[in-house]
Every structure is written in C-alpha cells, then in structure tokens.
C-alpha cells in the first residue's frame, strides 16, 4: 500500500516537475488557450467518474459517477473544442508586417466568428 | 491539441473496457448530457465571455472531482486507510472549495454578483475559523476515517470557504483568483488519482494544478502583490484615494473629429487596451482605426498589461480574435520605453494599469504595481463610457493630466467615429 502510494508521489512531482518545464516556456500570448487546454486536460477526472458510475455500487455512486461524467464531459468537449477555436484564431492571423496592405481580407471571416462556421 | 483529444480517447477507452465496469447505460447518460452542454460552451461562446467561460468550466471540473470523491468513500463505508482518507480528503476540501469558488467567480464575471469586493467586520477571522476547522476535521478523519458525519460536514465547511474565499476579491483580482481556482481544480484531480490509483489522473492533475499556481504567481507578480494579499487584502474596500482626487479637479472631453485629426497624422500610436474593449466587444474596431492609421503611414503597437482584463491573456485572444497580428501585440516590459516616442497614446476602457498613482502615490491601493507608462506619451486620450473609477474603486490621475483628453461614450461606437472620421481626413 505504501509502496503503491510512494510511486504515485514520484508520478506526481516528476509530472510537476515536466509541467513547470513546459509551461514557464508558454510565452502570456497564449495563457488564455493554455488555461482552457489545461481545462480540457482536467477533464480526465471522467476516468475516475466512469468506474463510479458504471461499476454497480449502489444507487448513490451511480448517481454521483453519472453527474460527475456529465461534468467531466462538459470540460472535454467544450475546452478542447475552444482551445481548438482560440489556437485557430493565433494561426490565422496575418504571421507577417504586411497586415497594412490587405485591409479588406480578414473582415468578412473576422466579424461573425462568434457563431463561427464548423470547425473540428 | 489533437493528440491530446485522442490520448485523452484511448485513456478513456481504457477505462470503459475495464472488467469492474458492468453497466454503461448510466455511462452513456453522463457522456451525452455532457457533451450536449459542453458543445455549445465550446463552439458558441464568443470570445469576450471566455473569463466566465474559463471560471465555470473550474466548477465543472471540480464537481466531477468532489463527486468522485464522496462516491468513493461512500462506496469503501470507512474501510479506508489513512492514505487513502487523506488523498479523498484532499480530493473533496479542493475540490468541494473550487466549485463554489469558480461558481462565485463566474457570477462576479458574469455580474449577476456585485464584482466590487463584498466584506463584512472580522471577515478575515471567520474565513480562518473556517478554515482551520476543516483541516482540523480533515486530521481527525485521517486518524478515524469511518466517520461520514465528520466527512460531509467538512464538505460543508469547504464549500463555504470558497464562498467566502472570492466574495472579498474584486474583479482587478479576477485574473488571480481563476488561475488559482485552475490549479486548486487540478490540484483536486490529482488527489483523486492518488485516492483511486490512477497515474494518468495524477500527471494530468498535477499539470493542470502546476499551470495555473504558475499562471496565478505570474499574475500576482505583475500586480506586485503577495498571494496572501490578493486573497485576504480584500482591494479597493476603502476608497480613501476616491474622495481626495474627485475635490476640484476636471477632466478634458475631446470630440471624435479632433482625436481623429491627431491619430490620423501621428507616427507612432499605442493602444493600450483593457477590460472595457472586451466589455464593449469593440476589438475589430480596434483594429479597423489601426489599419486606418497604418494606411497613412502612422505605425500602431499594442501594449499588453499582464492582468489587463479578467484573465491571463485575456486581450491577446481578444485581439486574436479580431485579426490583430500578434507582432504588433507588446508585452509591459518591451513596450514601456516606447511611450515617451508616442504621439498619442489611445486607452481603450483601460483603468488601473495605467493610473500613475502605482508610481507616485503611495497611499494608493495599487502603489507599487508595474503600470504601463502612458502619461509619458505625448497625448492621451481616453475611451471610456463615464468617469465612474475603474472596477478596483480607485481614481485615475491619469484622467485629470493637462495631456489627457476623454472621449465619453460606448467604446465601440467611438473607434466607430474615430475610423470614419480618420478616413475622411
């Protein structure tokens, strides 16, 4: 049982560890989408919430386990989907200076992307 | 992101042919209401609502976190070791405080929660009673696990501190609180994974927990704030600097025809923008008056704050958004040397990152916070809908400057004017 929960300690701070690493090198440009891919990832509680509510404990873990997918599953779907959307937005923009010559390109796909066309 | 979608997919797929899983109905349930909800909190939400998008998809993650919790323990009925008792334990007190916490940050973002700092007489001591007393019961279940009294009340008490934790904070702190509510959220996740033996939940957990204690020191160090001040300093609860600045002095309105006469021959313009443009939803206006500006052969950047908005990074994707290209986005440092070259520098519904009282005034709330040194440029002007101080309560010397002139009104309406009327010139 020890044994088991020493080994998780390892996994925990080596995996502090990588995250400190890679995150320090995320320049505040992208906070925004790193927050909610960090979102997205925390979805992975839905692991832990699947064996409550599919392993027949009772009526109580079945519920709880049910909700806790459902939430779980909103982080999922909905935090990947937006980063997906945010790091979409930082690829499209003009990666040049030349911004100032073509003023009548990016309007017209710039202007409604709140509804946005469907994107995977 | 695509490879995290589909490490993410195998994990879950994994978990879904485990032997212990008999019964996928319910599964199946949880995963299409999910998915029916996240959709749309992915696809549709428009950029200027990501603060709120962000702190109430915490609560989510949070929720599902605590949630496994208490079925685990209600599942084990106390026949559960210290080791465990103290992961679970951690796993519900994380998350059971993130998921009102996030909730009372998504209400103060979105405001139907007043976003001024809410506190009352011995606020602080009865936040530490709390506190202390859930730790206290957090041992005692250690010690004695097979308690569910002991555990529900302590869940309680959790769920109240985040109430209690995000009513003082006031909405200049927000960007601190919801990458602290970000780590706390992962934080719980990886409890979780050490409560039920799971390695992936653990290094996912421990990422997400790591980002966001990062992101939230970052944040507190551009602000020059301790953490513990962020959280107990309960900001701009006294408006003490309020009633000196508003005796006598009087601010200088411009109208849309002559701000746009000096934009439109100025050679260097900085647009300093904040929480207001995201507010207004005003950013492709911005960046129509930029272009506008740059075909005359003026040159615009863009001065980021670090906690300009309500979250990190919140004008970058706003002006991402907009098609703003990124090289013309500067960071606090790179850009504060520019200022004195500025012939105008153009604040778009910025407040307390350029109030020079940081610099010059130290009985001020925010003394001591780096600011972006727009009172060294030329000319100033202000967009801004009326004089009422920015959401810390406190008042902008900048606004009284000889060099500043205010443009009242809607943010997006005036950049509206300001590009016809640039146009025209």
């Not at chain 1, 996994?11 to 505040?28: D, E, H, K, N």
């Not at chain 2, 313009?269 to 929480?275: A, L, Q, S, T």
């Amino acid at each position: 049982m020890s044994g088991t929960l020493i080994t998780a300690l390892y996994v925990f701070v080596l995996a502090c560890f990588v995250g400190y690493q890679v995150i320090t090198r995320v320049p505040p440009l992208l906070h925004t989408p790193l927050m909610s891919a960090t979102n997205a990832i925390s979805g992975i509680s839905l692991v832990g919430s699947i064996v409550a509510a599919g392993s027949h404990r009772g009526v109580v873990s079945t519920t709880l386990g049910t909700i806790a997918v459902a939430a779980a599953m909103i982080n999922v779907v909905g935090g990947f989907l937006i980063t997906d959307r945010m790091l979409k937005m930082f690829k499209g923009s003009p990666s040049g200076p030349t911004s100032a010559a073509p003023p009548a390109t990016p309007p017209a796909a710039a202007a409604k992307p709140v509804n946005g066309a469907p994107r995977v | 992101m695509q490879q995290a979608a589909v490490g993410m997919l195998l994990a879950v797929i994994g978990t879904l042919v485990q032997q212990q899983i008999v019964d996928y109905r319910w599964i199946a349930l949880g995963i299409v209401v999910g998915g029916v909800v996240g959709y749309p909190m992915g696809m549709w939400v428009p950029m200027t609502a990501m603060p709120q998008r962000i702190a109430i998809s915490h609560m989510f993650g949070a929720m599902a976190a605590t949630l496994v919790g208490v079925a685990e323990y209600h599942h084990l009925a106390g026949q559960v070791s210290p080791g465990t008792m103290a992961a679970l334990g951690f796993e519900v007190l994380f998350g059971a405080l993130t998921v009102t916490g996030s909730f009372m940050a998504f209400g103060k973002l979105q405001e139907f929660i007043p976003g001024r700092p809410i506190t009352f007489r011995g606020q602080n001591a009865a936040n530490g009673v709390l506190f202390v007393t859930a730790i206290g019961l957090f041992l005692y279940l250690i010690a004695r696990p097979a308690n569910p009294a002991v555990f529900f009340t302590m869940i309680g008490l959790a769920l109240l501190i985040g109430v209690s934790m995000v009513l003082p904070i006031g909405g200049a702190d927000m960007p601190v609180v919801v990458s602290l509510l970000n780590s706390y959220a992962g934080l719980a996740s990886a409890a979780t994974g050490f409560a039920i033996g799971n390695n992936v939940l653990i290094i996912c957990g421990a990422l997400d927990g790591g980002s966001g204690f990062l992101l939230s020191i970052l944040m507190s160090k551009a602000m020059n704030r301790s953490f513990g001040n962020v959280l107990f300093g309960a900001f701009g609860a006294a408006p003490t600097v309020a009633a000196k600045a508003a005796t006598g002095l009087s601010v200088r309105s411009i109208t849309a025809e002559d701000a746009a006469l000096q934009l439109a021959y100025a050679s260097l313009v900085i647009i300093v923008p904040g929480y207001g443009l995201a507010v207004a939803q005003a950013q492709h206006q911005v960046r129509e008056l930029a272009e506008q500006i740059e075909k005359r052969g003026g040159t615009v950047k863009y001065a980021i704050h670090p906690v300009a908005g309500r979250m990190p990074g919140h004008m970058n994707v706003l002006l991402a958004e907009a098609n703003v290209p990124y090289n013309e986005l500067y960071d606090m440092e790179e850009i504060n040397g520019e200022f004195e070259r500025a012939d105008v520098a153009l604040v778009v519904g910025a407040n307390d990152v350029v109030n020079p009282a940081a610099r010059n005034d130290p009985s001020s709330a925010i003394y001591g916070m780096p600011i972006l040194n727009v009172d060294r440029a030329k000319r100033v002007f202000v967009l801004k809908r009326s004089m009422n101080p920015g959401f810390a309560g406190i008042e902008n010397e900048l606004f009284y400057d000889e060099k500043t002139s205010m443009l009242f009104g809607d943010a997006k309406t005036s950049l509206a004017k300001l590009v016809t009327e640039v146009k025209s010139v």
